[in-house]
Structures are given as C-alpha cells and as structure tokens.
C-alpha cells in the first residue's frame, strides 16, 4: 500500500493528513514534493498528521527530519500530529523525539503555531 497524502488549511495552517506508509522510494518523495509544493506556495506553517501512517522505515524518519529543517530554514515551522504508538516509539528509539514539536490535539496544535 503506497502512502496517500491530502492538504486542508486550519486557520492559517496547513494539515498535512498522510495515511499509509513512509518509507524508501515512494513514501518519501510523496511528503518531500508535497513539503516544497507547500513552501512554493509560502505555505510555511505546517502540520503533519500522521494519525493514519501504519509503518515507516529509517528512511521515512529521514524524510521527516529533511521536511523538518528545509521547512526551518525557509523560516517555517513543521510539526506532527496523532503520531501512532509504532512512529512514537520508534522516534523516541532514534532520539528525534526530542527535534520535533510532537502535538496530540489538532485544535491546540493549529493553535501553538502563532
């Protein structure tokens, strides 16, 4: 199963929902070109939701990571959302817990961004 993604605006921030799996090949190119799509459009205030994301590989958390300081250094801020318990734990065991702003609440995540 590939990874599907699809965007909606929240109050000025962009919910980026993805749902499958990221990982080498075409999961990550999936959220790449959807990243820069964004920032193109100066949509820099990103929220990814991967409540529905079942499996993703160390290339995948290297997607995410990329995302993350590409996002930064256009002066944007990207953060997650709903992570399931495998993506958490699997954070938490690489160390990038720590590197990301991890929300639980969509609501107070769109909120936290201003």
Known sequence: MSMKISTRQVDGVTVVDCSGRITLGEGSVTLRETVAGLLGKSQKKILL????????????????????????????????LNLTKKVHDLLQITKLYTVFDVQDDEAAAVKSFS
């Open 49 to 80: 939701n991967l409540a529905d994301v079942n499996y993703i590989d160390s290339s995948g958390i290297g997607e995410l990571v990329s995302a993350f300081t590409t996002v930064r250094k256009q002066g944007g801020d990207l953060k997650l």
